[in-house]
């Protein structure tokens, strides 16, 4: 096992049994120093508008299947921060900090000196279960009328040597959301299953696998994920087909298939010609609002401030004593509220048990299951996020 520490060997192997003969939530499960990331999962949602730019394209796009391959081309443009992001900067897929209850994560992408009518995009997260996990999100860009929310789970199993992830949960994009009802659009994203390899040598990576959709604006797309010993033989493949929904599509073609590496690039094959997507260099990273007390102790960079201090700087001993702190401090919190007979308020959104745009749209693909639940927003932006300070320019780091 290569790439583990010699002194670390012992603990990776049962840390493996033991994901081996669990099934349900691996992110309670206690590894090895080597394979902790100083990350919180309540920032991940960030990886969402790491291409502002591409985002900020769904805006400018013509309504119709236009629009729709632009929203496909800023879903597909954000799988290689969301998954192998992690890897080039760490080396490897490391295991992210497992939030607490109640925790929360705060930022924005100021809009760039270069083309300021793009605008400022702002984020917010919030940890709304931890046993088992889910985070929701809100991203918002008012100057394009652009809004993402969603929330995520996930469900993990063992097979082969392989962790299974299936992601619970799934995302709505509007366009027009400043706009009447009537005038908007929405797009549901439904999210692809995970598979990470690597494990027995200690160097763990993901692998996206089966299909995830998006639905809206008049076409449905399917996107197929494959790795290595399948179709092409490569890694990170996808192949993506755009249709009308029944009825609807207008005058565009009737099938538009792309096919490529989602890290990489990628090229239409049927219904237009040339490049479809391609990943630059240069990303823009979401700049976390300066704390305040407006964001709570719960703030996920405060929080686990000197763990992930610890896990940077090798000093293992500060970080897994903090992090017991936090996690007793939880379970006492747990404890008081059952004797008290409460129960944790969240602060920034409500739970629902169907999420309406979902079955109306989801309908359409046979999604199952039918019906989802939503983390809906209360509109409670903190000050310094664009969506209450109209634009932030570059600079600024979301500060009025
Ligand atoms: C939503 C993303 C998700 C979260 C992470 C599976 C995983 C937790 C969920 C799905 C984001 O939009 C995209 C990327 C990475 C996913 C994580 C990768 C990962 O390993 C963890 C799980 C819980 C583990 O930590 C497994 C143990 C670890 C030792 C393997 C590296």
Redo the contacts with the bound molecule.
């Keep these: 096992a290569g790439a583990v520490p010699a002194a670390q060997r012992g603990s990776w192997t049962s840390?493996l049994k033991s994901?081996a003969s669990f099934s349900g939530d691996?992110?309670s499960?206690t590894?090895p120093p080597f394979?902790l990331s100083p990350t919180s999962?309540t920032e991940?949602?960030a990886?969402w508008c790491e291409r502002p730019d591409y985002f900020a394209a769904i805006a400018d796009a013509k309504p119709g299947h236009e629009r729709a391959l632009a929203v496909l081309r800023w879903f597909i443009s954000t799988l290689k921060d969301?998954?192998t992001s992690r890897n080039e900067e760490m080396g490897?897929?490391?295991?992210?900090l497992n939030p607490v209850l109640g925790e929360t994560f705060y930022g924005i992408w100021p809009a760039p000196d270069s083309n300021p009518s793009r605008g400022a995009t702002s984020l917010l997260v919030e940890q709304v279960s931890h046993h088992p996990p889910i985070?929701a999100y809100i991203i918002d860009n008012s100057s394009k009328s652009l809004r993402l929310t969603g929330h995520?789970a996930?469900k993990?199993s063992f097979s082969s040597g392989s962790?299974i992830?299936k992601?619970i949960g799934h995302a709505v994009l509007t366009v027009g959301a400043d706009k009447p009802e009537s005038e908007r659009e929405t797009y549901l994203i439904t999210?692809p299953r995970?598979r990470?390899d690597g494990?027995w040598y200690g160097s763990?990576y993901?692998e996206l696998a089966d299909t995830s959709h998006i639905i809206g604006g008049g076409h449905i797309t399917t996107i197929e994920f494959k790795g290595k010993g399948y179709f092409s033989g490569r890694s990170h493949t996808f192949k993506s087909t755009t249709i009308p929904l029944p009825g609807q599509g207008g005058a565009g073609p009737r099938e538009v298939v792309v096919e490529g590496t989602w890290h990489e690039n990628s090229k239409y094959v049927k219904g237009g010609s040339g490049s479809f997507h391609e990943v630059h260099e240069q990303k823009q990273e979401v700049v976390p609002l300066e704390w305040s007390s407006e964001l709570g102790e719960y703030e996920t960079r405060r929080l686990w401030f000197l763990v992930a201090k610890g896990i940077r700087e090798g000093d293992f001993e500060i970080a897994s004593r903090e992090k017991s702190r936090i996690e007793n401090e939880q379970r006492q919190r747990r404890k008081d509220e059952q004797a008290a007979g409460t129960t944790w308020q969240l602060k920034h959104f409500e739970h629902v048990d169907s999420d309406p745009i979902y079955e109306s749209l989801g309908r359409s693909a046979k999604l199952v299951p039918a019906v989802e639940d939503m983390y809906v927003f209360k509109g409670n932006w903190p000050s310094g996020c664009a969506a209450v300070d109209g634009t932030v320019a570059s600079g600024s780091k979301g500060k009025k």
């Design positions: 840390f994901i691996l992110s499960l590894a394979i999962l991940f949602p990886y969301q998954y490897s897929e490391k295991k992210p985070t995520n996930q993990t962790i992830v992601q999210l995970l990470i494990l763990p993901i």
